[in-house]
């Protein structure tokens, strides 16, 4: 399994997401996006859709009646009803269940020290238990770099 964590450094989640859920879909994959709770669902479903003034991100959230469809789904469950590539962790949230995903993406706040501190660990967590990961900080320009 491999698994990358995402450093928010100089733009905020709601900018950082969706380039990122673009290069999903542009790879043809679908993704689960993980998020602590309704607000942060509804917050993103929204982004998602006004992002970008010539474009959106087809998506839903745990409340669609078509979930199995859905390219990128939104949820605060651990559900992957589409049988999603790519799992994406934000703000903090974690996962039980990560069978069936080639991918875990881990976006966390670089300003929160406290998310900082938790990324740290579950990074540890994650190197003992033998998975391949690797570490992208922000650029100036919204891209990202590798730095291990």
């Not at 964590?5 to 879909?25: E, G, I, M, N, R």
């Not at 994959?29 to 859709?49: C, G």
Request: aromatic share 10%; glycine share 4%.
């Amino acid at each position: 399994m491999e698994i990358s964590f995402y450093h928010l450094t100089l733009q905020p989640l709601s900018v950082a997401l969706p380039k990122l859920l673009c290069k999903v879909q542009d790879a043809n994959m679908k993704a689960v996006v993980k998020v602590p709770s309704t607000v942060h669902m509804n917050d993103i479903d929204q982004v998602l859709w006004t992002f970008d003034k010539e474009s959106f991100l087809a998506h839903d959230t745990e409340k669609s009646k078509y979930a199995e469809d859905q390219p990128i789904y939104i949820t605060t469950g651990e559900e992957n009803p589409a049988s999603a590539d790519v799992l994406v962790l934000t703000d903090g949230t974690t996962t039980e269940i990560m069978e069936g995903y080639k991918r875990v993406l881990e976006m966390f706040d670089g300003n929160n020290p406290t998310s900082v501190e938790a990324a740290r660990e579950r990074w540890a967590a994650y190197k003992k238990d033998g998975h391949d990961i690797s570490y992208f900080q922000q650029t100036e320009t919204g891209g990202w770099t590798k730095k291990a």
